[in-house]
């Protein structure tokens, strides 16, 4: 999982992700590929 400052750009790399909040911190998941995992801050 990556940790990035901004998810912005990480979100535009594939179709499928999706910005999700989870207990204050924000993610990016792709069920179909994981590996675009990231995780702000």
């Known amino acids: 999982m990556k940790i990035k400052n901004?998810?912005?750009?990480l979100k535009s790399r594939n179709r499928n992700n999706r910005i999700v909040r989870r207990r204050g911190r924000v993610y990016v998941i792709n069920k179909l590929n994981?590996?675009?995992k990231a995780r702000q801050g």
């Open 6 to 9: 901004s998810l912005k750009s």
């Open 34 to 36: 994981p590996r675009f």
